[in-house]
């Protein structure tokens, strides 16, 4: 299912400029990059006021008042600074107090909301935005290149050097969870000296991930036997049960059948079938080796894998190896 549509305007300014101001407005559903772009602006007024006075409000749980409230001078006259988080779920009474503020904000405080996306609360976006109320965009990041982009951009923030081929790894390692990406790279520069490369991430991550039916099903279905081979054995002689493996081929099968399917019925698998971008991508480099017949035998025989590993043989390792011996083969066959 896909997530709530972004409320960024398309011409906002990336989160990583927000800068305080006396309203501010957050906006987009990447929650990594919205608690960043807070972070930036509480640290700037820090810098010069080290007795800030930071007040977070959930805006689901708003009561009338409680905003004028936060951005009162207090008795130690450190400046407010006001966060309302979740205004995607803001109450009523938060949506009245909030565009009556937009029209007089306290020229001495810093409140800054936080919507991650979707129509809700609409009408205090409009007036925020026709009062030119500075915006910052949290757009999410779904694309495997944008996905590749951010890990790159992770090291290089942090003057570090990571490899064009480290970027590659650690995605296909962690996945498409950008704040799992943020702190596997906030570890790996936390852990290694010099520059981070594949090696260091298979090292970090290869035990963990790249043994697991994903990684076997990636092998599987590109035509690389050996390696698919080789994950596999790996991951039985590390415990790792029979049934997710064949399960995980199994998925990364529907995937490619439904990728490929949805081209000759003009269907956007994103928005119709609920595959993530990444994935799609993915998928669709992955079907130049298949042809439909080849994959309707590959989907049979995991079918008959699946089976076998839960009761129809008594070798289940024999079955997940000879499974992945025909997927491999059937995509080598180009």
């Not at 805006?59 to 905003?67: E, H, M, V």
């Not at 790894?169 to 520069?189: E, I, K, N, R, T």
């Not at 079907?287 to 017949?293: E, G, I, K, P, Y």
Request: proline share 4%.
């Amino acid at each position: 299912m896909a997530g709530p549509r972004s409320s960024a305007r398309s011409d906002a300014p990336a989160w990583h400029r927000a800068t305080p101001a006396p309203l501010v407005l957050v906006s987009g559903p990447e929650a990594l990059f919205g608690a960043r772009a807070v972070s930036l602006m509480i640290d700037a007024v820090r810098a010069r006021d080290p007795e800030l006075d930071v007040h977070r409000i959930e805006a689901a749980t708003y009561r009338l008042g409680q905003l004028r409230e936060a951005v009162s001078p207090s008795l130690f006259g450190g400046t407010a600074v006001v966060v309302i988080e979740g205004a995607e779920s803001m109450s009523e009474d938060f949506l009245v107090d909030a565009i009556a503020y937009v029209s007089t904000p306290d020229p001495d405080a810093v409140v800054v909301i936080r919507h991650g996306g979707g129509n809700r609360g609409k009408r205090l976006l409009d007036a925020m935005r026709s009062a030119s109320t500075p915006e910052y965009g949290c757009a999410a990041v779904t694309r495997d290149s944008d996905l590749v982009d951010f890990v790159a951009s992770e090291f290089s923030r942090a003057g570090r050097k990571g490899s064009a081929a480290a970027a590659r790894a650690l995605v296909d390692s962690v996945g498409s969870d950008v704040s799992q990406l943020a702190a596997a790279c906030a570890q790996l520069m936390n852990d290694v000296d010099g520059t981070i490369n594949d090696a260091v991430v298979a090292r970090y991550h290869g035990t963990r991930v790249n043994a697991t039916g994903f990684a076997v099903a990636d092998a599987a279905v590109t035509g690389d036997r050996a390696a698919a081979l080789a994950l596999v054995r790996h991951a039985l002689e590390t415990g790792v049960d029979p049934v997710p493996l064949v399960a995980a081929l199994a998925s990364k099968l529907r995937t490619l059948a439904k990728v490929g399917a949805s081209r000759g019925r003009g269907l956007d698998p994103t928005r119709d079938l609920g595959i993530a971008p990444w994935q799609v991508d993915r998928a669709r480099r992955e079907l130049r080796t298949w042809n439909a017949d080849r994959l309707a035998a590959a989907i049979e025989a995991v079918a008959a894998a699946d089976h076998a590993i839960k009761g129809g043989d008594r070798a289940p390792a024999f079955s997940i190896e000879r499974v992945v011996r025909i997927v491999a083969d059937l995509a080598a066959d180009a």
